[in-house]
């Protein structure tokens, strides 16, 4: 079998295909490739990049997707759409795969890799990954992507990481603490804007963003045999301390009570762009976002710095990201996965401006040399993954209950905690 590393990104957007039939030929809603070719694999993606509703995106993917079914003729990508609701998706792949339904090859969210390790489900990938692509990962990209025999069974192609964003405006210099955030973001909503936005709706990413403030201060969700710790001891003192932060805001009026509707970091942007808020907390691919969607005068008016701590000392931040992986017991449909998750690492992280999980790639292209990819890089001394458990996702889904409860008042937060340290107990004495 033939899979070829995908060309360097520089080469890749200058190619012109011979034919723009040939490729539409090629590329269809549910399909890449022959629809005659002789073998088949499926592959369960998401909406961001080959059918990216942005134009130049999905034309960028495009190309690579072409270029790598030309270099293995006789297969057939059948490629199968996930939804916006990641936690349900996922749970799906899962049930189908133990069914024998699944997908041969699937995007994988960075917080479900241990739950499909659990479950058995990942093909090894090892034999197709090189002993210096392995250890040039990231320690905590590495270390997720490993299961218990040693073998690489997924590979993270992307990593991200939560920053502060500001209007420098209205808030001039980067806060450095809790305290100066609070007292910036007040300074912008007595000015009559929205202080401060952040996710803190029912979903994965209101708890993501919401755990850097809790692991700032060393707090701890599980211990060394998986078992969930936070609602007890040091731990407990810390969690309560990081909601009552959140808490802070939206009682003061420094964050608006609507935070607890936001579930999308499009909303966030969105109130960038409309000139509503000073501050949010997103994303670092959202950079990025700001310089394509604003005028150029607007969006030089946004800065990125690290999340704020409890002190200066004190600092942390999400990082995430996407994994491909295999669950086909087929030898040629692993090989054939592991060489889609080469063309997404490294021609698509340059496109997409999306953080490569090996370093060595930093220095490959050159679209990861800005001033923000420094700033990007220095939090990521900070960064810290979610743990790598199966009781991880319901961790997450009682935190996203917790916060809406607190935040909209119908519960304190000792008694949020005590309720969802309680589900995540029967959840995890049934794992």
Known sequence: MNITRPSLFAALMATVLPSVVQAEDLITRNRVGPADAENALTFRLTAFDLYSADEATAEAFGELFTDFILDNPGWRIDTQLQTGAIAQEQARIIEQARAGRGPDCAMIDSSQLATFKQAGLLAPMTPFFSDEEIDDL???VRDGVTDENGDIVAWWWFTDLRVLYRDVT???DAPETWAEMQEAAQSVADAGLEGILFNAGRDEA?????????????GALVDDDGRPVFFEGENREKFLRAVQLYADLVESGAA??????LAS????????????????IGGNWMYAQIQNTMPEDQAANWAVSALPGPSTDERATGTGGWAIAALSDDPEKVEICAGIARL????????????????????????FAGAEFEVFADALEDGQARPGVPIYPEISNQIQILLGDVLSGSASAEDALDAAAAEVMDAFERL
Do not use: I, K
């Open 138 to 140: 990231f320690p905590f």
């Open 206 to 218: 209101s708890a993501f963003d919401w755990l850097a403030h809790f692991w700032a201060q060393g």
């Open 170 to 172: 209205q808030v001039p």
């Open 265 to 280: 970091y499009d909303d966030l942007l969105a109130s960038a762009a409309a000139g509503s808020t000073g501050m949010f």
């Open 344 to 367: 997404y690492a490294g021609p698509g992280n340059a496109f997409q401006r999306l953080l490569p999980t090996s370093a060595a790639l930093y220095e490959e292209y050159e679209e």
């Open 256 to 261: 608006p009570a609507r935070v607890t509707a």
